[in-house]
């Protein structure tokens, strides 16, 4: 038995498709090399998902490479002020030449010439601080989650932007493939109408009709392909590099929020949305940083031992001494400078504790209103898929009608407009059921790797 590849046209105006099927002959070369080829590609080699080019932006945005940067310097923040416990040892060393000139009345003038070295070794071992070293390190430490936060909030900034380039995309590409398809049914409509006109069946009304309804398609279809490249431009700014071949969503398993209610939502985004997150360490180091501005009154404490020794000199001597002591520093007045610093801070607190209390309202209106997106967007993909199957049984009987005489050309393609538009919003409403999923989990602060993992299981190659 030998097979025979052969090219099949569907009747809805699809593209048409390989198919195989059984007649004597010999199985064309190139149809053989295609099909070994493409069997020998792994999975996912001729597009790339959603999960593939949000690790690629990753490696390449700026914004998430600043953030980590900060991270680093919250660390190094942490080291100094750790090193306010250590003790400090310093050195001095100088050396001297002098020229000394005697004149005395009666004596003949002198000239001496010495040199003079001088070395100094001094350790402080701080002992009290007024509880400022421990002020400063849990100013680092507060620092450090507040990068963290910074961080976790540009990942999953990121995640949505490059999820929603990435639908939108698609929402081109499918545009621009109906508006295809819509060209390509309109001129066989066109075909049909010429005929029956030559015939006598029809009249040049149709025929009019179907050649504007042509050029209309014939725009949209300019359109959708301006607005592909226009979308393929905003990937490409965030991975860096040509946007491959995307995979598509052919359909979607449609699931409800969970959990169901919107208010459970705001209170995981009330806990961990990353942008409260870093207001909240914000307004905790103002605090923070108030009370470290009123700890400058305090004394300080601290023991210092030192070691000097001089040598040379007019008289070619060397002394040596060496010391111990404890130092206590206690600032009586400095022109109300502390005063001025602690207040500075209290407002800068207090400054930051209406923003926070600002952003605690926009998290919550995000919050409900990205719940209800998802709502809405799952029951819209339930209504459009219902609206679809209406319009195309619609057009096959309007087609049908028209064939017999008892539709007009208006009545064919209006319907397939109407059809070709249901598809459209078909398509955008699965992209935006699959997006609002995301900016739920977003607004929520909750966005992960998995969740895009779940989105891209929804795409087919």
């Not at 690629?56 to 998430?64: F, G, I, S, T």
């Not at 430490?141 to 990942?155: F, K, N, Y």
């Not at 206590?328 to 109300?336: A, K, M, R, T, V």
Request: glycine share 4%; with cysteine.
């Amino acid at each position: 038995m030998r097979l025979a590849a052969t090219f099949s046209c569907p009747s809805d105006g699809s593209r048409p498709r390989l198919c195989l099927r059984q007649r004597p002959g010999r199985l064309p070369a190139v149809a053989l090399v295609a099909i070994l080829v493409l069997g020998a590609l792994p999975s996912g080699a001729l597009a790339s998902g959603l999960l593939e080019l949000y690790k690629r932006a990753e490696e390449v945005d700026p914004n998430l490479k600043r953030s980590e940067k900060e991270r680093v310097i919250a660390d190094l923040q942490e080291d100094q002020a750790k090193a306010g416990w250590f003790p400090r040892l310093t050195g001095q060393a100088s050396r001297s030449r002098t020229t000394q000139t005697q004149i005395i009345s009666g004596r003949p003038e002198t000239t001496e010439k010495y040199t003079q070295d001088q070395y100094n070794v001094t350790l402080t071992q701080p002992i009290y601080s007024g509880g400022r070293n421990w002020l400063a390190l849990d100013i680092a430490e507060i620092t450090q989650e507040q990068a963290d936060a910074t961080v976790s909030g540009s990942r999953q900034e990121l995640m949505i932007q490059v999820a929603q380039a990435y639908f939108d995309i698609l929402n081109a590409r499918e545009e621009v493939d109906l508006a295809e398809r819509e060209v390509n049914r309109v001129d066989e409509h066109l075909d049909r109408a010429q005929a029956q006109f030559e015939v006598g069946t029809g009249d040049i009304v149709g025929v009019r009709e179907a050649e504007a309804r042509r050029d209309q398609a014939n725009t949209r279809l300019i359109r959708a392909r301006n607005a592909l490249n226009t979308a393929k431009q905003r990937l490409r700014q965030l991975i860096r590099r040509p946007v491959p071949e995307l995979d598509g969503v052919e359909e979607v398993n449609l699931l409800a929020p969970d959990p169901g209610t919107p208010e459970k939502w705001v209170e995981r985004a009330l806990d961990a949305n990353p942008q409260l997150a870093q207001t909240r360490t914000e307004l905790s180091i103002a605090r923070k940083n108030a009370e470290l501005a009123r700890r400058e009154r305090w004394p300080q404490l601290s023991a210092q031992a030192q070691y000097s020794k001089v040598e040379g000199g007019s008289f070619i001597t060397q002394d040596e001494q060496t010391s111990a002591s404890l130092q206590l520093e206690w600032p009586i007045y400095q022109g109300g400078e502390v005063s001025a610093r602690a207040d500075i801070e209290d407002t800068r607190a207090a400054q930051t504790r209406l923003q926070l209390d600002d952003q605690q309202e926009t998290v919550r209106v995000e919050t409900v209103q990205a719940f209800y997106d998802w709502e809405s967007a799952m029951e819209e993909v339930r209504s459009l898929r219902a609206q679809v199957r209406s319009a195309e049984t619609q057009l096959e009987a309007i087609q049908t009608g028209f064939e017999v005489g008892r539709r007009t050309s208006v009545d064919v393609l209006d319907a397939q407009q109407e059809y070709f538009a249901a598809l459209q919003s078909l398509a955008e409403a699965r992209h935006r059921y699959l997006v609002s999923r995301l900016q739920l989990k977003a607004a929520s602060g909750v966005l992960s790797l998995a969740d895009l993992r779940s989105a891209n299981r929804q795409l087919a190659n």
